[in-house]
């Protein structure tokens, strides 16, 4: 079954194939209930749904969690994916991955691999991963990565507590022989809207990392691609998040439940489908929480009216909510928003926020 006319099929489908990880990293966009083992889909399950996301016409598959790699089947997924023809991406922290686990990948065919990275220095690394020893293991299994023949991206997701190193970064990803950064400022939603006075940065602070990763691209122009997400906290206008709802990208969570963003749960008065109970195709297509606001029917002014509405596609609705306590509201990114002015003060309280210490993204309790 194919997408609805003038509906173009999602670009990608990002399987969280669970929870688990054994970093606790405060910024983690995962939700605050976490699930567990007991609840994850099947090996089946999954391959039904890489099936149903190639039926579809989705392009990539990104396996992603948690940390996907605790999961022993990962393999068979990447087999089962790759026969599907499907492009396949990893996204891990590296963290419990040895030598004989990356050849193992590359036997399954996997494709590409994205390696997290919390810092350059090793001790601010393990604080905000929450565990020991993090980024010696990292070094170890980038170098792996690329022996294997991989393509490397390091994702360096950045925040007030680490940005003075924002520069290391950059020079260790060319050190390492990565094709690609993604240098990545905090995303406030799940456990990053919790920690959010203890990570959010200066506009100093962000208008200095605007100007190194501009720099480092005309420098490295040829050697490395360097991606740049900034905070939308700061903005004038909000990103087309997600390239518009429900227009590009599907997330299934380690349960199984269909989301059209990461974050998309925190909307309660939505009902999203599960794929152990309806086809991806059906709920791509028909379902409730898909379709509620995609396009451009849905909006409020100054959205409706706004040149920019099929650019930006009203931005981002887990934020009006967060923000302005309203999904179907204006974002408060966008400076015509009436909340607009109240998230500047917000993001520069936080940013000149004393805070430093994090809670701790936790699968079996919320730390307080």
């Given at each position: 079954?194919?997408?609805?006319?003038?509906?173009?099929?999602?670009?990608?489908?990002?399987?969280?194939?669970?929870?688990?990880?054994?970093?606790?990293?405060?910024?983690?966009?995962?939700?605050?209930?976490?699930?567990?083992?007991?609840?994850?889909?099947s090996t089946d399950v999954w391959k039904r749904v890489i099936d149903e996301a190639a039926a579809l016409g989705a392009l990539q598959i990104h396996f992603s969690g948690g940390e996907p790699t605790v999961r022993r089947d990962l393999e068979d997924l990447i087999r089962h994916a790759r026969a599907a023809d499907l492009y396949t991406n990893l996204i891990t922290s590296g963290i419990g991955v040895d030598e004989a686990r990356v050849k193992s990948l590359a036997e399954a065919g996997l494709d590409h691999i994205q390696l997290s990275l919390q810092d350059t220095d090793a001790l601010s690394a393990d604080r905000i991963a929450g565990t020991r020893n993090s980024l010696q293991k990292k070094l170890a299994v980038a170098g792996w990565i690329r022996a294997a023949g991989f393509p490397l991206t390091l994702n360096a997701v950045v925040h007030r507590q680490n940005l003075e190193r924002l520069e290391a970064m950059i020079e260790l990803a060319v050190e390492l022989g990565a094709q690609r950064l993604e240098v990545a400022h905090v995303q406030y939603y799940g456990w990053a809207l919790t920690n959010r006075a203890a990570l959010m940065p200066s506009r100093?602070?962000?208008?200095?990392?605007?100007?190194?990763v501009e720099q480092a691209r005309r420098t490295l122009t040829g050697r490395l691609i360097i991606d740049y997400v900034v905070p939308d906290y700061y903005a004038q206008r909000p990103k087309a998040c997600m390239g518009g709802w429900g227009r590009r990208f599907i997330n299934i969570t380690p349960e199984g439940r269909a989301l059209p963003c990461h974050a998309a749960e925190t909307i309660e008065t939505l009902h999203f489908d599960n794929v152990v109970d309806r086809s991806l195709a059906e709920i791509w297509n028909q379902s409730s929480a898909f379709t509620r606001f995609r396009g451009t029917a849905w909006m409020p002014e100054p959205c409706r009216s706004c040149d920019r509405r099929e650019t930006d596609w009203g931005g981002c609705r887990c934020q009006a909510l967060a923000l302005a306590g309203d999904a179907e509201l204006t974002d408060p990114a966008?400076?015509?928003?009436?909340?607009?002015?109240?998230?500047?003060?917000?993001?520069?309280?936080?940013?000149?926020?004393s805070e430093t210490e994090f809670t701790y993204r936790r699968l079996k309790a919320r730390a307080t």
């Open positions: 079954m194919s997408a609805l006319a003038g509906l173009a099929p999602p670009l990608a489908v990002l399987a969280e194939l669970t929870h688990r990880c054994p970093l606790q990293c405060p910024y983690c966009s995962n939700p605050l209930e976490l699930v567990g083992k007991e609840r994850e889909l100093a602070q962000l208008d200095r990392a605007t100007e190194i966008c400076a015509l928003s009436p909340h607009h002015d109240a998230m500047r003060a917000m993001a520069e309280a936080d940013a000149a926020s």
